[in-house]
C-alpha cells in the first residue's frame, strides 16, 4: 500500500505560480509511475502530467503544456508540479496519484484569482 500526502495548494493572481508536493509513505514510490490530476468544481476528473519511474519520460496534457513541469525525487519519495503562468481555467483539487490510479492522494486546492 501506498499513502499519498499532497501539499503546496493555495491562492494565487493569474500568471503567478505554485508548485505541489506530493509524498509517499508505506512503501518507496520509486517503482512507481505517477501522476496529477485535477477536477474543478461541476466537471470530470482530468489527466494533467504524468511521470515515469526514473523521470526520463513525462506527458503532459495539451491545456498545460509549457507552463507546468512535473519532477521527482525518489529518494524523497516525493513528486512535484510546478506550476507557471497560471489561469483562472486551471483552478481545481488536485490530486496525485501512483500506479496508474490504484492509489490516490486527498488531494489539494488550487485557486486562482483574474
Known amino acids: 500500500q501506498v499513502q499519498l500526502v499532497e501539499s503546496g495548494g493555495g491562492l494565487v493572481q493569474a500568471g503567478g505560480s505554485l508548485r505541489l508536493s506530493c509524498v509517499g509513505s508505506?512503501?518507496?514510490?520509486?517503482?512507481?509511475?505517477m501522476g496529477w490530476s485535477r477536477q474543478a468544481p461541476g466537471k470530470e476528473r482530468e489527466f494533467v502530467a504524468a511521470?515515469?519511474?526514473?523521470?526520463?519520460?513525462?506527458s503532459y496534457a495539451d491545456s498545460v503544456k509549457g507552463r507546468f513541469t512535473i519532477s521527482r525525487d525518489n529518494a524523497k519519495n516525493t513528486v512535484y508540479l510546478q506550476m507557471n503562468s497560471l489561469k483562472p481555467e486551471d483552478a481545481a483539487v488536485y490530486y496525485c496519484?501512483?500506479?496508474?490510479?490504484?492509489?490516490w492522494g486527498q488531494g489539494t486546492q488550487v485557486t486562482v484569482s483574474s
Open positions: 511521470i515515469s519511474w526514473y523521470g526520463e519520460n513525462k
Open positions: 496519484n501512483a500506479a496508474g490510479g490504484t492509489y
Open positions: 508505506g512503501r518507496t514510490i520509486s517503482g512507481y509511475n
